[in-house]
């Protein structure tokens, strides 16, 4: 597949529902697995949010008692960030000179990662952790079905107990972070939510690891650049995601393997941890022989 999710099987038996016992062992496993794996502080909160990693920040911004802002320098290259920033806007929480900064720390779009941004309040790290380190601002977000190799999707919201208590605003709606905070106290979700997930997400975190995860995906970037040619990329840091510029794989090779096809600027990416060993050397045997 070579996109943003894994390719993976599962095989679970549902006998049991969101307010039963099984559920809160999955919740709490998913929730201490999280924290050991990563190193998560007791002064943060880990919040479990069945969605996207869209629904995420947007839980974050809808909930954020103030004023945010991006730092729009590129924004015409940058899918994410615009579409942050259409979102503050609908809250009515834009100010560019003196809102909070929030940011992504690897827009795919571009191919770019940004550095910790000191001023920043919270950080989408979606497409980014744990390939880099965790971000250091006091509220990020990510996903259990991209580099952490689980089901889609529950999307994980990670926030400093005393933000959450001082500059989250209480209010009925389902994206409300504060309603998800006291849920996750009896190891539940406010709403419904999709339990076969979390029984896989805590098998995956159990078995993490992530300096593996990294090596893999550093092998695969050297593979799939020298199959193409690194002056073909569009950024030769290694992240990911590999982008390769448009016209340099074949219309055929992008159909066979469903390359994703980025919208912005027509380069082909190859997400790096999405597929096994075997199937990466097959699509570099292709590159090799159309190149």
Known sequence: MFGPNYTRKVSINLDYHHRSNKFRYFYQACLENFKEKFRIGDDYAVLFITGSGTLAVESFIASFNGKLRMNTENLEQEKFNNRWLSIINHYGKYDKLNGELLYTQFETSANQYYSYVDAAI?????????????????????????????LPIISIVVIKKDLLESRIELSPSYLNLLSYYEYKKKQQTPTTTAIPVFEDFSRCLADFDVNKCRAQIDD????????????????????????????????ELIEKWGLYVNSVNNSP???????????????????KRTS
């Open 122 to 150: 919270f950080t989408d790290a979606i497409s980014s952790f744990p390939y880099f380190e965790k971000p250091q601002t006091p509220a990020w977000a990510t996903v259990s079905s991209k580099i952490l190799g689980g």
């Open 220 to 251: 695969n970037f050297e593979k799939i650049s020298k199959a193409v040619g690194v002056e073909q990329l569009v950024s030769v840091d290694k992240s990911p995601v590999l982008a390769v510029k448009p016209g340099v794989i074949s219309e």
């Open 269 to 287: 990416q190859i997400f790096l941890y999405s597929e096994n060993e075997e199937s990466y050397d097959a699509l570099e045997k292709d590159l």
